[in-house]
Nanobody, 125 residues
Framework: QVQLVESGGDLVHAGGSLRLSCTAS????????MGWFRQFPGDEREGVSC????????DYADSVLGRFTISRDNAQNTLYLQMNSLKPEDTAMYYC??????????????????WGQGTQVTVSS
């Protein structure tokens, strides 16, 4: 059974930083493209960032480019999202997801077959 467990969400002031983590089990982590998504209240989930299995290929939503950095540690089965210069509009539930493929297809081309339970990020102004 695949399990993705996010952690690191918190309440921070605008301009602050957070690092989200996602620990995976029940899958061969290094063979999956991984991604971070977020969901605002009343909205659909949107892609934040994704990373290929080697960590070399990444993609970011325009709204976070230059502020967020995705990375992975395949030896620890863990995905990270370093979030800097946080803004109130970054307030959302953040989810970790695993693509069923190892071939990088980005947010919209991927088949995101496994999801974590989410971690809340709140940025105060």
């Amino acid at each position: 059974q695949v399990q993705l467990v996010e952690s690191g969400g918190d309440l921070v002031h605008a301009g602050g930083s957070l690092r989200l983590s996602c620990t995976a089990s029940g899958l061969t982590f290094e063979t999956h493209v991984m991604g971070w998504f977020r969901q605002f209240p009343g909205d659909e989930r949107e892609g934040v960032s994704c990373i290929n299995w080697t960590g070399i290929i990444t993609d970011y939503a325009d709204s976070v480019l230059g502020r967020f950095t995705i990375s992975r540690d395949n030896a620890q089965n863990t995905l990270y999202l370093q979030m800097n210069s946080l803004k109130p509009e970054d307030t959302a539930m953040y989810y970790c997801a695993a693509d069923s493929s190892r071939f990088f297809q980005g947010f919209y081309g991927g088949t995101w077959s496994a999801w974590g339970q989410g971690t809340q990020v709140t940025v105060s102004s």
